[in-house]
């Protein structure tokens, strides 16, 4: 099945996203894509589809939507208040919405960005192998009510609706670090001291990059300002002038001059993304052996999220159209039950 998806109020950083355009970097355009690629790959799993399928990732807020025909959804990353012809949905859940029917999603409740999936994702235009807007660079369309989001072919519409347990990645925590290019500029003293020290996530973020909060006195390396313009990636701990940390998201800038302390691992860079303001994070140094060792590869986050699903079971209070689910089958005419002996009388 095929169809759109109708846009009738929008958040004002609604945007398609999926995993984001690799390879563009010596051109000055950073990845993009999802800031939460782990709630990409939860959503993909829930519908039993590939998980380079394009999404909706909706930041703080979602809007409202209708379904041109009968279609399946999932919604993971930060919960939002969700229903469909005001019935509750399901967060980290498939399920599938009537033609006509409108989707409703509210303000995030914690953590800051939520994704609707759809069966067979959406096909919007592809722009240089991806269909992620890539907000800074200007890449893509904002979505904005009215729109008519097209909807790919969906190979699994009748497979059962599923649930995955929604994981606390929005409470902030400790994240694991590698050392950066620069981690060898500041003193050893320096880096116990980052160690130590609780950061809190600020109001001064967005798709490039949050900026911590912390008491004390700023962070600095004896050549702060002697550094050359070098690479930077998502992850990447940047100290400002004022000795700042920024932690860099997808939408990052391809080069800086600003020391880095540290780059974060890919596995914990969710933590960061969802991370609202006020949230308390810290920093541990790893090796890179040990980030290795506890790596997961696309493939098998995917399988370890197969083995979490567990079917949804839905309140049949909730269910407005419970009629025209199938509940009994297998039932037979009463005369086919007759024995022997009632024929004989």
């Not at 939520?114 to 893509?140: D, E, M, W």
Request: with cysteine; proline share 7%; hydrophobic share 40%.
């Amino acid at each position: 099945m095929s169809g759109s998806l109708i846009v009738h109020q929008a958040g004002p950083t609604l945007s398609v996203q999926d995993f984001g355009r690799p390879g563009y970097m010596a051109f000055g355009l950073s990845q993009g894509g999802a800031a939460d690629r782990l709630a990409l790959a939860e959503g993909a799993a829930l519908l039993g589809q590939n998980p380079e399928f394009a999404v909706l990732e909706m930041a703080g807020v979602g809007g409202t939507f209708q379904a041109s025909q009968d279609v399946r959804i999932a919604l993971t990353g930060a919960p939002m208040a969700a229903s469909v012809d005001d019935q509750p949905l399901a967060w980290n859940a498939s399920q599938t919405i009537r033609a006509g029917q409108r989707i409703s999603i509210g303000a995030a409740m914690k953590g800051n960005y939520g994704y609707l999936h759809v069966g067979g994702g959406f096909a919007t235009p592809q722009q240089l192998g991806s269909r992620s807007h890539h907000i800074v660079a200007g890449i893509g369309s904002p979505i904005k009510p009215g729109m008519n989001l097209p909807i790919g072919a969906d190979a699994n519409f009748d497979q059962p609706d599923q649930r995955l347990p929604i994981p606390d990645r929005f409470s902030g925590g400790t994240l694991h670090v590698l050392p950066s290019a620069q981690t060898h500029r500041f003193s050893k003293a320096e880096i116990a001291r980052f160690e130590a020290t609780e950061f809190v996530r600020t109001p001064r973020g967005n798709r490039q990059g949050v900026q911590l909060g912390f008491e004390g006195a700023a962070f600095a390396t004896e050549q702060q300002l002697s550094i050359l313009s070098e690479i930077m990636v998502a992850g990447d701990i940047q100290m400002t002038g004022d000795g700042i940390p920024f932690v860099l998201l997808p939408e990052c800038q391809t080069t800086g001059g600003y020391p880095r302390i540290g780059t974060v691992v890919p596995d914990d860079l969710p933590l960061v993304a969802q991370a609202a303001p006020g949230t308390r994070l810290r920093f541990r140094f790893v090796t890179i052996e040990t980030a290795l060792e506890t790596n997961r590869s696309p493939a098998q986050v995917q399988t370890d999220l197969k083995r979490a699903m567990q079917p949804l079971i839905r309140d049949p209070r909730e269910i407005r159209d419970l009629l025209s689910y199938q509940l009994i089958g297998g039932v037979t005419a009463g005369a086919e039950l007759e024995t022997s002996d009632d024929q004989n009388g």
